[in-house]
C-alpha cells in the first residue's frame, strides 16, 4: 500500500482545507509540494493527475481526486465514516454540503478574487470585487447570525469550517479588517482556539499568504495559460 499522497502547495487555501481534513481525521499522508512559480501544475505530466491542473490533487493508490470539497467528501465518507466532521443526518449534512458549496461558488471565490489573485498576478483590487466580497461575508454573518451556532453547519466542527477557514484565512493575510462581520470574525476566532491542532496546519499557510502580500512572487518567468503575469521589475 503506498499510502494517501497530496499534490499541494503550501500557502493554497483549498490544499489547506484539506491538510486540515487530514489532521482532523488523523490520516498519515505524504505531501507532494508543486512548485507553482515553476509552473509544475501545468505540465502535461500533472494534468495525467488533474485534467484542471490545479492543486489541490489526492492520490489514493492510484486514485486520482482534485476539488479540494470533493476530496474533504471522499476522505470523511472514506476513512472516517460516522465521524462529526461530515454527518451522516441527511439535513445536517445538507447544511455541510451547503456551505461547502457556498464556500466554492462564492465566498472563497470572491476571496480569491479580491485579495489572492492581485498577490500573484496582475490583477486589481476593484471597488466591484469589495463590494461582491462584502456581499459574501454578509451572507456567512447572517447563516451563522440565524443559526446561533458556534460552527459554520451546526453545533460541531464540520467539513464546511475547515473550507471556510481556509478562505478567512487569506482576509486575515492581507489584513481585511474582519469588524463589521462581528459573527464571522467571532466564529473565526472560536476555530482557531477550538481547534489549535487544525489551526496550526493552516497558520503557516496564513503567514506565508502575508508575505508574499507584503513582498509579491516574481513569476515573470511563468506563461500561465489564462492568469496575466506581472512583468519582472
Ligand atoms: N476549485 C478548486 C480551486 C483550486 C485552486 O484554485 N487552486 C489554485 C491554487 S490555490 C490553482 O491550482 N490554480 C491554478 C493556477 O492558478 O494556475 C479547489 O477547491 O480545489
Given at each position: 500500500?503506498?499510502?494517501?499522497?497530496?499534490?499541494?502547495?503550501?500557502?493554497?487555501?483549498?490544499?489547506?482545507?484539506?491538510?486540515?481534513?487530514?489532521?482532523?481525521?488523523?490520516?498519515?499522508?505524504?505531501?507532494?509540494?508543486?512548485?507553482?512559480?515553476?509552473?509544475?501544475?501545468?505540465?502535461?505530466?500533472?494534468?495525467?493527475?488533474?485534467?484542471?491542473?490545479?492543486?489541490?490533487?489526492?492520490?489514493?493508490?492510484?486514485?486520482?481526486?482534485?476539488?479540494?470539497?470533493?476530496?474533504?467528501?471522499?476522505?470523511?465518507?472514506?476513512?472516517g465514516p460516522g465521524h462529526s466532521l461530515y454527518p451522516r443526518d441527511p439535513q445536517q449534512r445538507a447544511l455541510v454540503n451547503h456551505r461547502l458549496a457556498f464556500n466554492i461558488s462564492t465566498y472563497y471565490a470572491r476571496i480569491a478574487e479580491y485579495a489572492v489573485a492581485p498577490i500573484f498576478f496582475d490583477y486589481k483590487r476593484t471597488p466591484e470585487g469589495l463590494n461582491k466580497l462584502k456581499i459574501a461575508l454578509n451572507v456567512l454573518n447572517t447563516i451563522l447570525e440565524r443559526q446561533g451556532t458556534k460552527f459554520a453547519a451546526g453545533e460541531h466542527m464540520t467539513l464546511a469550517d475547515l473550507s471556510l477557514v481556509a478562505a478567512t484565512m487569506c482576509l486575515e493575510a492581507v489584513e481585511f479588517d474582519l469588524t463589521p462581520w462581528a459573527r464571522v470574525q467571532r466564529w473565526y476566532a472560536d476555530f482557531k482556539q477550538a481547534a489549535p491542532r487544525?489551526?496550526?496546519?493552516?497558520e503557516p499557510a496564513m503567514l506565508e499568504l502575508r508575505a508574499f502580500s507584503n513582498s509579491p512572487p516574481d513569476l515573470s518567468a511563468l506563461r500561465h495559460p489564462y492568469h496575466p503575469v506581472r512583468a519582472s521589475k
Amino acid at each position: 500500500m503506498a499510502g494517501l499522497k497530496l499534490y499541494s502547495v503550501s500557502d493554497s487555501p483549498p490544499s489547506t482545507a484539506v491538510k486540515m481534513a487530514l489532521e482532523a481525521l488523523a490520516l498519515e499522508y505524504t505531501n507532494v509540494e508543486v512548485d507553482f512559480a515553476a509552473g509544475e501544475h501545468l505540465s502535461d505530466d500533472f494534468s495525467k493527475k488533474n485534467p484542471q491542473r490545479e492543486i489541490p490533487c489526492l492520490d489514493d493508490n492510484g486514485f486520482f481526486l482534485s476539488e479540494s470539497v470533493a476530496i474533504l467528501q471522499y476522505l470523511a465518507d472514506k476513512y472516517g465514516p460516522g465521524h462529526s466532521l461530515y454527518p451522516r443526518d441527511p439535513q445536517q449534512r445538507a447544511l455541510v454540503n451547503h456551505r461547502l458549496a457556498f464556500n466554492i461558488s462564492t465566498y472563497y471565490a470572491r476571496i480569491a478574487e479580491y485579495a489572492v489573485a492581485p498577490i500573484f498576478f496582475d490583477y486589481k483590487r476593484t471597488p466591484e470585487g469589495l463590494n461582491k466580497l462584502k456581499i459574501a461575508l454578509n451572507v456567512l454573518n447572517t447563516i451563522l447570525e440565524r443559526q446561533g451556532t458556534k460552527f459554520a453547519a451546526g453545533e460541531h466542527m464540520t467539513l464546511a469550517d475547515l473550507s471556510l477557514v481556509a478562505a478567512t484565512m487569506c482576509l486575515e493575510a492581507v489584513e481585511f479588517d474582519l469588524t463589521p462581520w462581528a459573527r464571522v470574525q467571532r466564529w473565526y476566532a472560536d476555530f482557531k482556539q477550538a481547534a489549535p491542532r487544525l489551526w496550526a496546519v493552516a497558520e503557516p499557510a496564513m503567514l506565508e499568504l502575508r508575505a508574499f502580500s507584503n513582498s509579491p512572487p516574481d513569476l515573470s518567468a511563468l506563461r500561465h495559460p489564462y492568469h496575466p503575469v506581472r512583468a519582472s521589475k
